[in-house]
């Protein structure tokens, strides 16, 4: 599945002419898919494509794909630099975590049906 995003008619016919000529994946590129899913999976990662649907409405200018990113970061590689980007960074001209009024209109444009609200519970928990 490919996910990209458009706003104009020409952006879509560009993105379905990379389709012309579609092949499926190969029995040995489907099987290196498997392995990274193998290795991802139990680090818990927040799945967000970095869409940014989310951020135009957020009326706290939350950058919630650089917030979830410093979370999986941590999470993942263990990278302390992620709490210099998280608040010297992200948050510098944008909201934090914490100051998400939970009105959800990030949710309501998902395309990952993140719950957005409780993930930046956590990410609020692990940073502030």
Same mark, same amino acid.
Not at 11 to 27: C, G, T, V
Not at 58 to 85: E, G, R
Not at 94 to 113: L, Y
């Given at each position: +599945?490919?996910?990209?995003?458009?706003?104009? +008619? !020409?952006? +879509?016919? %560009?993105?379905?002419?990379?389709?012309?000529?579609?092949?499926?994946?190969?029995? @040995? !590129?489907?099987?290196?898919?498997?392995?990274?899913?193998? &290795?991802?999976?139990?680090?818990?990662? &927040?799945?967000? @494509?970095?869409?940014?649907?989310? @951020?135009?409405?957020?009326?706290?200018?939350?950058?919630?794909?650089?917030?979830?990113?410093?979370?999986?970061?941590?999470?993942?590689?263990?990278?302390?630099?992620?709490?210099?980007?998280?608040?010297?960074?992200? @948050?510098?001209?944008?909201?934090?975590?914490?100051?998400?009024?939970?009105?959800?209109?990030?949710?309501?444009?998902?395309?990952?049906?993140?719950?957005?609200?409780?993930?930046?519970? %956590?990410?609020?928990? !692990?940073?502030?």
């Amino acid at each position: +599945m490919v996910l990209s995003g458009m706003s104009n +008619m !020409e952006q +879509m016919e %560009d993105n379905i002419s990379y389709m012309k000529d579609f092949r499926p994946l190969a029995e @040995t !590129e489907l099987a290196a898919v498997h392995k990274v899913c193998e &290795i991802i999976r139990p680090h818990n990662m &927040i799945p967000c @494509t970095a869409c940014r649907y989310c @951020t135009d409405g957020c009326p706290q200018k939350i950058s919630i794909p650089d917030l979830f990113a410093c979370l999986n970061a941590k999470k993942v590689f263990h990278n302390w630099n992620t709490d210099y980007y998280y608040n010297s960074v992200h @948050t510098v001209k944008n909201g934090k975590a914490s100051d998400c009024i939970r009105c959800g209109k990030c949710e309501q444009v998902c395309p990952q049906h993140l719950h957005i609200r409780e993930l930046l519970e %956590d990410v609020a928990a !692990e940073f502030e």
